[in-house]
Nanobody, 121 residues
Framework: QVQLVESGGGLVQAGGSLRLSCAVSGRTFSSNGVGWFRQAPGKEREFLATISWSGRSATYEESLEGRFAIARDNVKNTVDLQMYGLQPEDTAVYYC??????????????WGQGTQVTVSS
């Protein structure tokens, strides 16, 4: 079993930045990466980014256009998502999860409870 706890969400003005953190504990699998997803009201959950446990490989959703950066800290067992240039359309609940590739798509296996990010115009 793996536990993930997100933090760092909140209210930010358009154009601002925010850093989310995901604390990972429990039984971790060296073959699993950890990533971030988000779900806006009335929309499906979407993949944002994932990083391998080695830290040597990171993959992003192309539409992010370089605004988001994922990083991991092996000592703290955290995976952070730094977000720049936030816009109201980035408003969503952000989730971290252990990730795996299924059918050509990144999916989550173990999930955190989510953290709300609200971007005001």
């Amino acid at each position: 079993q793996v536990q993930l706890v997100e933090s760092g969400g909140g209210l930010v003005q358009a154009g601002g930045s925010l850093r989310l953190s995901c604390a990972v504990s429990g039984r971790t699998f060296s073959s699993n990466g950890v990533g971030w997803f988000r779900q806006a009201p009335g929309k499906e959950r979407e993949f944002l980014a994932t990083i391998s446990w080695s830290g040597r490989s990171a993959t992003y959703e192309e539409s992010l256009e370089g605004r988001f950066a994922i990083a991991r800290d092996n000592v703290k067992n955290t995976v952070d998502l730094q977000m720049y240039g936030l816009q109201p359309e980035d408003t969503a609940v952000y989730y971290c999860a252990t990730t795996q590739m299924v059918g050509g798509r990144w999916t989550g296996e173990y999930w955190g409870q989510g953290t709300q990010v609200t971007v005001s115009s």
